[in-house]
């Protein structure tokens, strides 16, 4: 089974430290036009990435209803000439565990795990 979400960008900050660069978003996902989630969004950049334009990048997807929430973490690679990004799902809550181990790819702010 596949889901494929719409991520609302509400915050984006970088900080920059000696060891490269840190990037932090957030904001709002939807599903068929309603929010389904919340999300924050940590990218990494540093001396063994700064070579392809490239970042580690995970995303944890928050999802409303229960405390604490249902959730999902995904981990993969940030292109920034593309502003892509593929991975899989690294861990989840119990309504999401099915999803461990799929993969995932962000295209602008459409993310499908499937």
């Not at 799902?89 to 795990?113: C, D, E, M, Y």
Request: proline share 3%; charged share 20%.
């Amino acid at each position: 089974m596949s889901r494929t979400f719409t991520l609302v960008r509400e915050c984006l900050n970088n900080v920059t430290d000696v060891a490269g660069l840190w990037q932090v978003e957030g904001g709002k996902v939807l599903e068929d036009q309603k929010q389904v989630a919340n999300y924050s969004s940590v990218k990494r950049v540093s001396c063994g990435t700064e070579q392809q334009n490239t970042a580690m990048v995970w995303v944890t997807l928050f999802f409303e209803g229960e405390k604490p929430p249902e959730n999902m973490t995904l981990h993969g690679a940030h292109d920034f000439n593309s502003g892509g990004e593929i991975g899989s799902v690294s861990a989840a809550s119990p309504a999401f565990a099915s999803f461990i181990g799929k993969q995932f790819r962000r295209v602008v702010n459409t993310l499908t795990i499937a």
